[in-house]
């Protein structure tokens, strides 16, 4: 069977009373509504952490589902793990005083890849 791909997206993470979505320009329809894989009497999952607003700025991976694994209509991205961009720029900030090389945008590429687990 061949490997789930991974997708990243970065974008405004809001939820209504009952979803979660993701805003931005890169998303499919700019829209992504999200699922973190879990159903009703599971344990809670990544997106049970969410409860502030304003909602924060977020980069994310996960994986779509294929057409064998969509029953009906609801999320089509399974969220696998989000961190906000406040935390990436405080990990990038630390390697930018560890190393004190490279650039502002190498610094934060690496933090987001460390802190995603990618």
């Keep these: 069977m061949p490997a789930k791909t991974r997708t990243m997206f970065h974008g405004n993470l809001d939820m209504?009373?009952?979803?979660?979505?993701?805003?931005?320009?890169?998303?499919?329809?700019?829209?992504?509504?999200?699922?973190?894989?879990?159903?009703?009497?599971?344990?809670?999952?990544?997106?049970?952490?969410?409860?502030?607003?304003?909602?924060?700025?977020?980069?994310?991976?996960?994986?779509?589902?294929?057409?064998?694994?969509?029953?009906?209509?609801?999320?089509r991205f399974v969220l696998e793990k989000f961190v906000t961009h406040e935390s990436i720029a405080g990990r990038a900030f630390e390697i930018f005083t560890s190393s004190g090389s490279g650039s502002a945008e190498a610094d934060w590429l690496r933090a987001e890849r460390e802190l995603l687990g990618l």
């Design 16 to 75: 209504s009373t009952d979803a979660f979505f993701l805003i931005n320009g890169t998303a499919p329809n700019h829209l992504l509504l999200l699922s973190d894989g879990t159903s009703p009497g599971q344990e809670p999952g990544v997106l049970e952490t969410v409860n502030s607003r304003p909602t924060p700025h977020v980069s994310i991976v996960g994986r779509f589902l294929t057409e064998g694994e969509v029953d009906g209509p609801g999320p």
